[in-house]
């Protein structure tokens, strides 16, 4: 986990392209925290993006959040003790990195929710069809944390 997937033409080009035509995510993953930051990254590049703290990506971060928990969940009880893209154990940087992915992006949900009652209470509350939206949203982000598969050579 970084500052995001690598560009195709380097920082000086990329900065003035369309987040949907920067980065490069044909590049394969290193590991599989790098395929999860991947499969998030890639649902963040949308032509109109302004922020990693729009509201609308707040599904997005709960499913990483949840899939990152997965993750060291499994590896904690030792139902995954090789990681596909390494073919070797996941390793203690590769956990350090897990767990701060876990404290920041708890700490980015969290903000976005504020931002959501703040919003509510400044502008009017959300609509019952709004509020249901995030709702259904944020449970199918829950449930959808599963790990992504290597598929250079058919792994999970």
Do not use: C
């Amino acid at each position: 986990m970084g500052s995001g997937s690598i560009t195709k033409w380097g920082p000086r080009f990329s900065e003035k392209m369309k987040p949907s035509e920067r980065y490069d995510f044909d590049a394969q993953p290193i590991d599989m925290i790098d395929a999860i930051a991947r499969v998030h990254d890639m649902d963040q590049a949308v032509d109109d993006f302004e922020s990693y703290m729009e509201l609308r990506f707040l599904p997005g971060d709960v499913k990483l959040l949840a899939t990152l928990k997965n993750f060291r969940e499994q590896v904690k009880s030792g139902k995954l003790t090789i990681d596909p893209f390494t073919g070797k154990a996941p390793s203690k940087e590769t956990m350090h990195q897990v767990n701060l992915g876990i404290k920041f992006f708890g700490g980015v949900i969290g903000r976005k929710i504020g931002k959501l009652n703040i919003a509510g209470s400044v502008f009017g509350a959300m609509t019952k069809s709004e509020r249901e939206y995030y709702d259904i949203e944020m449970k199918r982000a829950e449930r959808d944390n599963a790990l992504p598969k290597n598929d250079r050579n058919g792994s999970n």
